[in-house]
């Protein structure tokens, strides 16, 4: 028996199912944004109702930590968030050993690159080269050139990326709930969020040297400030 083959389509359905868990996060950010759009549209356009503005802007950009705490549904979930920091912290400095460990080592390899061979970010460079550059198609690498820049400020870890990660994993989570928040209201958006932290797919990504969450959290964001 070959296990190679099995190898190969564990992986292969492992990829698919994350591809897709991706794909229903977004389909979900959609329906919210556009089933919610034309209330919050003509409350914005009617400059006469100055309650109706209000309810829009309504903890749009959060002031002061102090007030901002002083609310018992944002203190729940900063304490939340410190949770989930402190359950994946001891992570950090993992080497990428576990799930997606093929992607993760191609792009810590740009990374690499990007810092021992050229700083060019339209020509990323991979390690899997035979005898050519190493040059690849890929996304736009801004994620892989975010760590190569605190590499070079902090020195060359090979863990950065998981702290990049878990900063964009933080941002897309806050902005998940003050989305929330805007749409319908302060105890549905906690309970979605705390549901989204324990999502198998995001506390996978929310780890891993891999530009998922982050473009996860720019989506969010993009909604959000809409």
């Given at each position: 028996f070959n296990y190679n083959y099995l190898f190969f389509y564990h992986?292969?359905?492992?990829?698919?199912?994350?591809v897709l868990n991706k794909n229903i996060i977004i389909f979900l950010f959609l329906m919210i944004y556009y089933n919610n759009n034309n209330y919050y549209n003509s409350n914005k356009n009617n400059?006469?109702?100055?309650?109706?503005?209000?309810?829009?802007?309504?903890n749009r950009f959060p002031k002061g930590l102090k007030k901002y705490l002083n609310n018992k549904y944002n203190l729940l979930f900063v304490i939340a968030i410190l949770v989930f920091v402190f359950i994946n912290a001891p992570i950090i400095t993992r080497p990428p050993v576990d799930e997606h460990s093929w992607r993760q080592t191609d792009t810590a390899a740009v990374i690499r690159n990007f810092q021992e061979e050229s700083p060019n970010i339209f020509q990323p460079r991979v390690d899997m080269r035979q005898n050519h550059s190493g040059i690849?198609?890929?996304?736009?690498?801004?994620?892989?050139?975010?760590?190569?820049?605190?590499?070079?400020?902090?020195?060359?870890?090979?863990?950065?990326?998981?702290?990049?990660?878990?900063?964009?994993?933080?941002?897309?989570?806050?902005?998940f709930f003050e989305f929330l928040k805007m749409r319908f209201n302060q105890r549905e958006a906690l309970l979605s969020s705390l549901l989204l932290m324990i999502f198998p797919i995001y506390i996978i990504f929310s780890k891993n040297i891999q530009?998922?969450?982050?473009?996860?959290?720019?989506?969010?964001?993009?909604?959000?400030f809409a």
């Open positions: 992986n292969y359905i492992q990829e698919n199912f994350f400059a006469n109702n100055i309650n109706n503005i209000d309810d829009y802007n309504i690849t198609g890929m996304e736009f690498p801004a994620y892989n050139y975010i760590v190569y820049l605190l590499n070079i400020i902090f020195g060359f870890q090979h863990w950065m990326g998981r702290v990049v990660t878990m900063l964009f994993s933080i941002i897309g989570l806050f902005l530009p998922d969450i982050m473009m996860i959290s720019l989506f969010i964001g993009s909604l959000y």
